[in-house]
């Protein structure tokens, strides 16, 4: 019995050493990182869950743009609001990480809702995302294409990727995370965490046959206007990110006051997994 309990207790040793050592190789490939992990959302909205919760908290402003610093779990993060759109994104996140060099960044948010099967409060972790207004607008459709990249006009796949070590931290976090009750559109229920994909642009709303295409062209979750940028940003400098997003209101081509109504319940459950998922990272 007592080698069974030692055999035990070193397979559990040897799990938690690969994920502590694959986490380890997340390194940026451009400078020598802080012990600091970046936060950003969208809108004010997005972060209040995780601002609040920060000990010792200070706030700041790094060219013009406020954030918050101190810890969460214990780990030195840095909170801040990119603003909406593929260009604040850009902005935002280059300037923190060439501030701050972080570790990591991590994108928390809301978005809307493409895969009929999510409901208000559902979290997506993002295997990839991508910018689906990059490309030629026919009068069929988008015809997408290569990204060129400032390294002499190199292509690059419009297709962002976290690695697939921070997504394995990011299952253990979803396999641990505890289901809140939300209610939303007359119902209440538990919400769910899994992984999907996001779609990014600079569109508002969209046509309802591009809606369809992008659910079935790409199998997107959600779409919104920040992650793909961001995941563009942090891949292109080599740094390690993630991204959750929560799903407010159903993707549609006017968008109507449904997000003013169903967006505070996403960006609340969005920042509560984000908040459990530091605990992993």
Same mark, same amino acid.
């Given at each position: ?17 690969? $994920?502590?050592?694959?986490?380890? !190789?997340?390194?940026?490939? /451009? ?25 010792? +908290? ?6 013009? &743009?406020? /954030?918050? !610093? ?11 609001? *990119? ?5 604040? %994104? ?6 923190? &990480? ?9 994108? %928390?948010? %809301? ?34 294409? @290569? ?14 990727? @976290? ?19 939300? $209610? ?37 979750? &959600? ?12 891949? *292109?400098?080599?740094? @390690? /990110? ?12 006017? +968008? ?26």
């Amino acid at each position: 019995m007592m080698t069974i309990f030692v055999r035990a207790l070193g397979f559990i040793a040897l799990c938690c050493a690969i $994920t502590s050592n694959s986490f380890a !190789q997340e390194k940026p490939a /451009y400078y020598e990182a802080t012990d600091t992990i970046v936060i950003l959302g969208a809108v004010p909205q997005e972060i209040p869950v995780l601002t609040n919760a920060l000990e010792n +908290p200070e706030k700041k402003s790094l060219w013009g &743009i406020p /954030y918050w !610093q101190g810890k969460l779990h214990g780990k030195p993060v840095v909170i801040a609001i *990119t603003g909406i759109g593929k260009t604040y %994104t850009g902005m935002t996140t280059t300037l923190f &990480i060439k501030e701050f060099k972080p570790r990591l960044v991590l994108m %928390t948010g %809301t978005g809307a809702r493409i895969n009929q099967q999510l409901r208000t409060g559902d979290v997506i972790v993002a295997t990839h995302t991508y910018e689906h207004d990059y490309g030629s607008l026919t009068k069929n459709d988008m015809v997408y294409r @290569p990204m060129n990249s400032p390294d002499d006009g190199k292509e690059v796949e419009n297709e962002f990727k @976290p690695t697939p070590s921070l997504l394995a931290i990011a299952q253990q976090a979803m396999d641990s995370y505890e289901a809140q009750t939300v $209610t939303a559109n007359g119902s209440t229920y538990k919400n769910k965490v899994r992984y999907g994909v996001v779609a990014s642009s600079d569109l508002f709303g969209v046509t309802q046959a591009r809606i369809d295409s992008l659910r079935n062209r790409f199998k997107t979750d &959600i779409m919104e206007m920040e992650s793909a940028p961001l995941g563009h940003v942090c891949q *292109t400098l080599g740094v @390690p /990110y993630l991204i959750v997003r929560s799903g407010s209101n159903v993707a549609q081509e006017a +968008p109507n006051d449904d997000y003013l109504r169903l967006g505070p319940i996403a960006a609340r459950e969005a920042a509560k997994f984000s908040l459990h998922l530091l605990k992993f990272l």
